[in-house]
Structures are given as structure tokens and as C-alpha cells.
């Protein structure tokens, strides 16, 4: 039978379109090994682009972000799940949430906020609705773009990983997430990343800066 998570996977990575399927299983220990693989290889490539040194892929969370990103595309199709089928099939992730765990699962939870738009579009007290924006609480680099409280946040493995700092800078500034920026302790590297385009390019905040 094709590995209908590795195929999935695969197109959302390369085409950002997702298939869904009629019937669909949780993946079996082969199917996680061929995504895990392919995770690796799309990894290096993408890390290649990056500042600074790059974290080491966590392959922990990169397959656990993945299977997330998987069931939550899947389950806008197949909505017969209770709340407690949904914990067993979106579960936290377990692992320490350092720099190299932040940007492994990005390579798939960066859809995330993109399934949570429809999900708000069906149903926005979908149980579902919530627990993937607790996941995305907690790796936040993915949820830029959409926003989130800034009190709740713990930056500790951006602050501390200048791969990670950079690249999450960057991302704020494309997504001109205003309540992210002010936050002083990223303000420095902001100001550093717009330099003299500033008023131009955003300019709601450069009065801030």
C-alpha cells in the first residue's frame, strides 16, 4: 500500500497543497521511518539557506510535527473523532523544545496556521481548534504570522540559539507581527535586520525602533 503520509507530507513541503484522503490510518513504524528520512533530506536543503551555524535536525520533532501537521489536515476531512481520539491522535510533544526542535518541526507546522484558518472558517469551537493552537503555543516560531499572546511565550530557545534569532527576526519582519517586535529583548536585532529601511518598509513601526 503507498505511504499516504510520506506522499502528503512530500506535496506540502514541495507544492504547499495537501492531500485528503477518503480513509486514512495512522501511520505504521515504516511509513514514520520513510517520513523521517525524507524530513532529514528537506532539512539539510532548507538549512543549507540559514545563518549562522545551523541546530542539528531533531528527528524526534521533526516526525512528531509532521504526524501533527498530517492528522490535522486529514481531520478537517474526517470530523467523527471525540475529544479524547483527538489527545491520542495529536498528542504534545515530548521532547525539550530547544533551537534544533523549533526548526525541525517548522518544516511542517508552518502549515499549521493555514489548517486553523479553515477549522475557524467550519467550526472556530471545534475542540480541535484549540489543541493545535496549544501546540503552536508552544512552538511559536510556526505561528508568527498568525499571532499569539506575547506573555505566554517562552523565547529562551531563541534567544539562545543565533540561528534561530535571526530566523525568527526575519520572520517577523515578513509577517509584520507588531506585538513580537516590540518585545525589548528582540528589538536590538530588529532595528539591526531593517537598518536604514525602516520608515519604508514598516513604516507602523519604525517610531518604535
Request: charged share 20%; aromatic share 10%; proline share 7%.
Amino acid at each position: 500500500m503507498p505511504n499516504q503520509f510520506l506522499r502528503t507530507i512530500r506535496q506540502l513541503l514541495e507544492t504547499e497543497t495537501v492531500v485528503l484522503y477518503e480513509k486514512w490510518t495512522q501511520p505504521s513504524a515504516t511509513d514514520q521511518a520513510e517520513v523521517g528520512a525524507y524530513l532529514t533530506e528537506r532539512y539539510q536543503y532548507e538549512a543549507a539557506d540559514y545563518p549562522f551555524a545551523p541546530p542539528a535536525f531533531d528527528s524526534q520533532a521533526g516526525l512528531w510535527a509532521a504526524q501533527t501537521t498530517y492528522a490535522a489536515c486529514q481531520l478537517l476531512l474526517h470530523r467523527s473523532a471525540e475529544v479524547a481520539d483527538l489527545l491520542a491522535m495529536l498528542p504534545p510533544f515530548s521532547g525539550p523544545v530547544e533551537a534544533e526542535a523549533m526548526l525541525s518541526a517548522d518544516l511542517t507546522l508552518r502549515f499549521l496556521p493555514d489548517v486553523l484558518t479553515k477549522l475557524h472558517l467550519i467550526d472556530p469551537d471545534d475542540p480541535l481548534v484549540g489543541l493545535l493552537e496549544t501546540h503552536l503555543h508552544t512552538f511559536h516560531y510556526s505561528a508568527i504570522r498568525r499571532g499569539l499572546p506575547i506573555p505566554e511565550l517562552d523565547l529562551d530557545p531563541v534567544l539562545n540559539n543565533a540561528c534561530l534569532r535571526q530566523l525568527y527576526v526575519d520572520r517577523i519582519i515578513r509577517y509584520k507581527n507588531k506585538e513580537m517586535a516590540i518585545r525589548s529583548n528582540l528589538i536590538a536585532q530588529i532595528r539591526a535586520s531593517l537598518g536604514m529601511f525602516a520608515h519604508q518598509f514598516w513604516p507602523e513601526l519604525a517610531h518604535t525602533l
